[in-house]
């Protein structure tokens, strides 16, 4: 299952969940919200809470969290 990495230019969060992906030879799409226009907002009404940092994860379409939570699944497996 392929998984989805919503981030900004010059998040480290962002960063280091591309590389702990790419370390686990798991296959991710990153995608930069600035220059896909998409808003806070946008990101909220996807997974149906607050979204205040990036980045936002998601595993197919089951939303993971943030890099802790992605780290945090990760390591279980």
Known sequence: MSYTVFGRPGCGFC??????????????????????GISKADLEKTIGRPV???????????????????????AEH
Do not use: W
């Open 52 to 74: 205040r940092t990036v980045p936002q994860i998601f595993k197919g379409s089951e939303y993971v969290g943030g890099y802790t939570e992605l780290a945090a699944s990760l």
């Open 15 to 36: 960063e280091q969940a591309k590389r702990l992906l790419g370390q686990k030879s798991l296959d991710f799409r990153y995608v930069d919200i600035h220059a896909e």
